[in-house]
């Protein structure tokens, strides 16, 4: 018989399991329960300590208490109500940038109020009573408080929020004295000017607050009341009319465009360029002339009616192709601003020939605006004919 071969037996290993931890017993365990847990100990906790009604009832009455010492005005400037906001002749778009204030309170340096962490909100003790009826006139006059309140603006010490807030209702009275006069006006330029449309005060007027984003001068308000009269109101790209009501004789009336962009400059110049003819037929007109003087000379900022002298008129000649110190038409193209201006004393303003003072200037002024407005945007051969 055949030996029988025995084969090796295979060893088996032994392989030793880690023990579990107890994170995975937690991890087996049903979820939920702690969120349940948490849940009744909150409510218990809620039930455990109550507020009592006497103490909710006298918070509330604090807070409303609060509330009624508290002014806070609205944010729209047709209501004409104060705000903190940035806006010409400037500009009224631009988005506000509200400057960081500390939570502490500081004193107003006007009387009766003071202000808190909230930029929005001011705390007033004693508003100031508005006009009376006696003080107030019919529309199509400008009323004394109007330019009262407008010279206490240009005082350092009054013109701040807290101070407005506190003669709110003057101010409201004031600017709807300012709007009632815009909108009987209006009538009046249309009829001198036919290219203007006839609007409501709320497109013409121009906001108290001046646009600081830019400007180291932070005074918050202007010290004058303002309107444009144009094909699209106030705003808009094409020339106007600009009313400005300050005291001190410092009030106008003006037509013409006030810092044009990049692209209207350049079209202003190059029509003048191929034709200059219409403009200088405008201003050495003789009804334009005997209201805003010769257009000659440099005069002084306070004494400019004539186009000529604004602020931002080139020393040398513009950077353009074939213009050079000999082009005839230098005097012009050195040009950014293109108005003329007429000033009234105070007693004219408050009078009742103010207004038609304003279309006098106005019927002068408006070949000057039409011309500028077809230079803008020229009309077609076939508009013309029209």
């Not at 006006?185 to 646009?211: F, G, M, N, S």
Request: aromatic share 6%; glycine share 6%; net charge positive.
């Amino acid at each position: 018989m055949a030996a029988r071969t025995s084969r090796p037996r295979s060893k088996k290993l032994k392989t030793k399991h880690a023990p579990t931890s107890n994170s995975e017993d937690e991890d087996k365990k049903p979820i939920g329960r702690p969120a349940r847990r948490a849940k009744k100990k909150v409510v218990a906790k809620k039930e455990e300590s109550p507020a009592s009604a006497s103490s909710l009832s006298s918070a509330e009455s604090d807070a409303k208490k609060a509330q009624e010492k508290e002014f806070i005005p609205s944010d729209d400037p047709d209501e004409g109500s104060p705000e903190l906001d940035s806006d010409h002749i400037d500009s009224d778009d631009g988005d506000d940038v509200p400057a960081k204030t500390k939570s502490k309170k500081r004193k107003s340096t006007a009387t009766g109020g003071s202000t808190t962490g909230n930029p929005k909100s001011v705390v007033v003790k004693n508003i100031a009573p508005g006009p009376t009826k006696d003080q107030l006139v019919s529309p199509g006059l400008i009323a004394g408080f109007t330019m009262d309140l407008l010279e206490n603006l240009a005082k350092p010490e009054c013109n701040d929020r807290e101070w407005l807030i506190v003669n709110d209702n003057t101010y409201r009275k004031a600017l709807e004295n300012w709007k009632d006069f815009v909108d009987l006006l209006c009538p009046k330029i249309v009829e001198c000017d036919w290219t203007i449309p006839q609007l409501p005060a709320k497109d013409l007027v121009y906001r108290l607050h001046r646009d600081v984003r830019f400007s180291s001068d932070k005074t918050p308000y202007k010290k004058y009341f303002s309107a444009g009269f144009s094909r699209t109101g106030r705003k808009g790209p094409w020339a106007l009319y600009y009313l400005q009501i300050e005291p001190g004789d410092k009030s106008l009336v003006a037509g013409g465009i006030w810092c044009p962009d990049k692209n209207q400059l350049a079209t202003i110049r190059n029509s003048i360029m191929r034709n200059p003819k219409p403009l200088r037929d405008v201003i050495n007109h003789k009804e334009f002339t005997e209201m805003f003087g010769k257009p000659s000379g440099k005069p002084g900022p306070s004494e400019r009616k004539n186009i000529f002298g604004h602020k931002d008129e080139l020393k040398n000649c513009p950077k353009m192709n074939g213009v050079d110190k000999s082009h005839p038409d230098l005097d012009l193209l050195k040009l950014r601003s293109i108005a003329a201006t007429k000033s009234f004393p105070d007693e004219v303003v408050m009078s009742s020939s103010f207004m038609d003072e304003i279309a006098k200037a106005v019927k002068a002024l408006s070949p000057l605006v039409q011309c500028l407005n077809e230079m803008i945007l020229p009309q077609s051969d076939d508009e013309e004919e029209a």
